[in-house]
């Protein structure tokens, strides 16, 4: 069965740093690209941005809010993808998840994602 | 404010059909695929829908996609409460490298 779990949320004050892990099992992860995506507490789901599988590169691709703060990595060998945020901001809560990405020939975007993780909340707060 | 405009809500009785449009422009679905994504209450999204009108194993055929242009629709039909859920549209925009979603349409099953 393809899965993925996320771990590392938490309480966490404002300008300190977490790292999210999403552990994955069921499938060849090195050939996939990996995202993340965060939902604050009753709104829409927003995308945090994505690494691209070593075949590709492994670069990385993020969404405006986050750029500068937040690094996505990856350890294949461990099949764990991380996503590394730094100086959090209250705006930063949120549930997180992660997901396999399906992306085009190049790579360069994005097509569809499945499956999704079930999520990890973190809160930023003084 | 979402890339992509989605209604924030439908509603229809159960057996009945309903659709949930997704509108973007040139950068975004005019020249990418489309995915939905159905989130039940307390869950992970989930996929429903992908390149445009494809259904991976498992979601039944109820549900249909399409596009046109720089939308998209997904139909629901043979309406149950248990799709109650918010529906999220979603496509990759070429203009700013990114991945945008629709704010998502909850949709009620009277």
């Known amino acids: 069965e393809v899965q993925l779990v996320e771990s590392g949320g938490g309480l966490v004050k404002p300008g300190r740093s977490l790292r999210l892990s999403c552990t994955a099992s069921?499938?060849?992860?090195?050939?996939?690209?990996m995202s993340w995506f965060r939902q604050a507490p009753g709104k829409g789901l927003e995308w945090v941005g994505f690494?691209?599988?070593?075949?590709?590169?492994?670069?990385?691709e993020y969404a405006a809010s986050v750029k500068g703060r937040f690094t996505i990595s990856r350890d294949d060998s461990k099949s764990i993808a991380y996503l590394q945020m730094n100086s959090l901001k209250t705006e930063d809560t949120a549930v997180y998840y992660c997901?396999?990405?399906?992306?085009?020939?190049?790579?360069?975007?994005?097509?569809?994602?499945?499956?999704w993780g079930q999520g990890t909340l973190v809160t930023v707060s003084s | 404010q979402s890339v992509l405009t989605q209604p924030p809500s439908v509603s229809a009785a159960p057996g009945q059909k309903v659709t949930i449009s997704c509108s973007g422009s040139s950068s975004n679905i005019g020249n990418n695929y489309v995915s939905w994504y159905q989130q039940l209450p307390g869950t992970a999204p989930k996929l429903l829908i992908y390149e445009n009108n494809k259904r991976p194993s498992g979601i039944p055929d109820r549900f249909s996609g399409s596009k046109s242009g720089t939308s998209a629709t997904l139909g629901i039909t043979g309406l149950q409460t248990g799709d109650e859920a918010d529906y999220y549209c979603g496509t990759w925009d070429s203009s700013l490298s990114v991945w945008v979603f629709g704010g998502g349409t909850k949709l009620t099953v009277l």
């Open positions: 069921g499938f060849t992860f090195g050939d996939y690209a």
């Open positions: 997901t396999r990405g399906y992306c085009g020939g190049d790579c360069y975007s994005l097509d569809w994602f499945d499956p």
């Open positions: 690494i691209r599988s070593k075949a590709y590169g492994g670069t990385t």
